[in-house]
């Protein structure tokens, strides 16, 4: 079943999305996603300028092989813009395969392991209460597990919070240039232990708590603050470093059994060898766009089961419903899924551009039974919403020193 062409959109339904159709010879269309949050327009040169031309005429059905010609192929592997472009091909050629054989993608992976997905939520705040608040709401709706992130003390712009201008990082859609945030470690480790005490003295110890420390600290510091974490068991403290060096979690390990969670910015399974065949980190987070799509994600989920560490997939809001489809689909089947980062796709415009199998109810998301991943783009209405420039902000120390995101 030969692939008779490839188009990739780049539209911005409430935030900037690439995504990419697969059309077969036989008229099969399969979705994917290659978004990468501030980068966008990289992927797209890659995709229609080094990977289309080569792919008019391959066998749909051959996605292993596609997948070691893209990557071995090129001679140059990994790095985000490879990977993305990789990902949302290898993710559309799964869509494809799934709908000729008329079952869902997570059959073809070898059927369920549950019927639903358990996913967090994210509370944040201008100050404790405002955070608790926030948890309050997400509790009434039924999630049974939270990540906390809480402006700290006079400190200007904090990540993870709304700010006065309602900057919230993770909803930036039109930010032409990358804003600066400031940061202060010494602030953020005695306060953070403060916001989760208050958090279990309100509404004790069964809703499942997280943290995204978003690599901002050295290993000691993490440890530090794994250990002050300790009696208010989190189910994960997210990026407490940068993973370039692996050994960095080594050394927090060696200090606290808060469980470790990393891998949101990783695209191979090289990145997480030596954390997960160590054991140093408890739930690796690659996302399906990112880690280079199905194909690898199935092969780390199976290694990561080896060293007791479950998959839980990065699900911020810049992964788009497509991305989430395929992470269900893993999530579904392997037997040592976590848990799924959730925040809603409560904008209607993009659930209009996106029509996608997932519903939320209760703390799970639930998957409709349809061939493929079950999603559909709706090229016509995406075009209205034209991409716009926009980055993440950049955070500096206060005497101006760049610092880790
Ligand atoms: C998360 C991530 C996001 C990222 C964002 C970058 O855990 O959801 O850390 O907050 O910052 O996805 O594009
Ligand atoms: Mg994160």
Redesign the pocket.
């Known amino acids: 079943m030969k692939i008779a062409d490839i188009k990739v959109f780049v539209a911005c339904p409430a935030r900037n999305f690439v995504t990419v159709k697969i059309i077969t010879e036989d008229g099969t269309i399969g979705w994917g996603d290659a978004t ?3 980068r966008e327009m990289a992927v797209v040169a890659y995709l229609k300028e080094h990977i289309v031309p080569c792919l008019i005429g391959k066998d749909a059905h051959q996605i292993e092989d596609i997948w070691q010609y893209l990557y071995k192929g090129a001679y140059w592997r990994r790095g985000p813009v490879t990977m993305a472009a990789i990902g949302a091909i290898d993710i559309a050629l799964w869509d494809i395969k799934g709908k000729v054989a008329g079952l869902p993608v997570y059959q073809l992976l070898g059927g369920k392991s549950r019927s639903k997905i358990k996913v967090y939520a ?1 509370a944040n705040g201008e100050s404790i209460d405002d955070t608790l608040n926030n948890l309050e709401k997400l509790i009434e709706q039924g999630f049974k597990a939270v ?1 906390l992130q809480c402006a700290l003390p006079n400190s200007k712009g904090t ?2 919070t709304l700010g006065k201008k309602k900057d919230y ?2 909803l930036q859609s039109n930010r032409p240039l990358p804003p600066e945030h400031a940061w202060n470690t010494t602030k953020y480790l005695n306060f953070i232990p403060k916001l989760f005490k208050a958090a279990r003295e309100k509404y004790g110890m069964e809703i499942e708590l997280l943290h ?1 420390v ?1 690599s901002r600290l050295t290993p000691i510091e993490a440890a530090r603050l794994g250990k002050e974490l300790e009696p208010y068991q989190l189910l994960f403290l ?2 407490p470093v940068t993973a370039e060096n692996q050994a960095g979690y080594e050394c927090i390990r060696q200090h606290t059994t808060t469980p470790l969670a990393v891998g ?2 990783f695209n191979t399974i090289w990145d997480s060898m030596d954390l997960i065949s160590r054991q140093w980190i408890d739930y690796i ?1 690659v996302a399906a766009t990112h880690g280079g799509g199905i194909t690898p994600l199935r092969k780390l989920a199976d290694f990561a089961a080896l060293y007791h560490v479950r998959i839980a997939p ?6 788009s419903p497509i991305c989430h489809a395929a992470q269900a689909h893993l999530n579904i089947w392997a037997n040592n899924f976590g848990i799924q ?1 959730f ?1 809603g796709f409560g904008n209607e415009t993009l659930n209009q551009v996106f029509k996608h199998p997932l519903s939320y109810k209760d703390g799970y998301v639930f998957l409709e039974d349809k061939p493929g991943l079950g999603v559909d783009y709706d090229e016509i209405l995406a075009s209205n919403y034209k991409y716009k420039r926009s980055y ?1 902000p950049v955070t500096r120390l206060e005497d101006g020193t760049l610092w880790d ?1």
Do not use: C, T
């Open positions: 990468l949050n501030g994210h990540r990540y993870g990082y993770e995204d978003h997210e990026d949101e910015v987070r990065h699900g911020a809001p810049d992964l980062e925040v993440l995101w």
